[in-house]
């Protein structure tokens, strides 16, 4: 044990092992898709075809990009496995954690599909109606299993998720509601900690700057750009939105990323806004 007593420091093949989230079409699938090369995008999204891919699909991607349609946990285990051992890609991708969930969901309930007519509605969430307390643990242990597979893995992790809004269930009234992963609470609140970055994708109309007269003075107003739209990565701390960046104090984020990429996400991890 004294042996592994050791300096602060990280390895450049350790990787970032990052959460990103958000609505479907706000540039999730192609912000991961900037990251380094090779990388593998383990496709669970409950469909054989992964559409999702679709925006990626690009001759230069082809070469980049490998994908696995993930049909069960012991496919997902065995991949793993075999990263871990031969670590043939620089990055891997969870493309997406909620629909992951549903494949533990399933093979809970020993079932071979996502029935629709199990869903019930709670809020603005859909849940499993047949999945007792009991059976909700169970799941959450394993998907906590899987996660930390994933995050002990040399090299980039990006676990992509849906997102969700969690309301207040306590008599806390300071406790206010909160967006991030479609997860049940129980996995989200494991996933938020062991990550070490949580971003959520979004999209903003996009403004410029102009030179108005007001009563005969200039002054400069924001206008909105007619049929533009910015593809926005969330970054710094917000009261609503999980945001996690692991930086050293005195080290101020942009409220967002415009266009976001790998290297523009490790060009804050490594400078930031200095103080």
Same mark, same amino acid.
């Given at each position: ?23 479907? &079409?706000?540039?999730?699938? +192609?912000? #991961? ?13 409950? &469909?054989?075809? /992964? ?20 049909? @069960?946990?012991? !496919?997902?285990? !065995? ?10 890609? $620089? ?7 909620? *629909? ?9 309930? *020993? ?15 859909? @849940? #499993?109606?047949?999945? @007792?307390?009991? *059976? ?44 991030? @992963? ?7 609140? #494991? ?12 999209? $903003?109309?996009?403004? +410029? ?30 009261? +609503?939105?999980?945001?996690?960046? $692991?930086? /050293?104090? &005195? ?8 266009? /976001? ?5 490790? &060009?804050?991890?490594?400078? *930031?806004?200095?103080?």
């Amino acid at each position: 044990m004294i042996g592994r007593i050791a300096p602060i420091g990280f390895a450049e093949d350790d990787g970032i092992k990052i959460n990103l989230y958000g609505r479907s &079409g706000t540039g999730k699938t +192609t912000l #991961w898709a900037t990251f380094p090369a090779p990388i593998l995008a383990l496709v669970c999204s409950g &469909g054989e075809n /992964p559409g999702e891919l679709r925006s990626v699909d690009t001759p230069e991607n082809r070469k980049r990009i490998r994908q696995v349609v993930i049909k @069960s946990t012991d !496919e997902l285990r !065995e991949i793993l496995k075999y990263q871990e051992l031969e670590r043939p890609y $620089r990055t891997l991708v969870l493309d997406h954690a909620t *629909g992951l969930q549903d494949l533990v969901i399933m093979e809970h309930l *020993g079932l071979s599909e996502r029935p629709l007519a199990l869903y019930k509605k709670a809020g603005q969430n859909e @849940s #499993w109606s047949l999945v @007792s307390r009991q *059976g909700y643990g169970q799941i959450a242990i394993e998907m906590k299993e899987l996660f930390r597979a994933m995050l002990n893995l040399k090299g980039n992790m990006v676990l992509v998720a849906q997102e969700r809004e969690f309301n207040n269930d306590s008599e806390d009234s300071m406790v206010l509601p909160y967006v991030g @992963s479609a997860l049940t609470p129980s996995v989200t609140g #494991w996933l938020n900690p062991a990550c070490d970055y949580i971003c959520q994708t979004y999209i $903003r109309r996009r403004t +410029t700057e102009k030179i108005v007269k007001v009563a005969g003075k200039k002054i400069k107003r924001q206008a909105i750009v007619k049929k533009k739209v910015d593809y926005c990565l969330r970054t710094a701390p917000d009261p +609503t939105f999980t945001t996690k960046f $692991r930086l /050293p104090k &005195g080290t101020e984020l942009p409220e967002c990323i415009v266009d /976001p990429t790998y290297d523009k996400i490790m &060009g804050l991890i490594k400078g *930031g806004i200095q103080e």
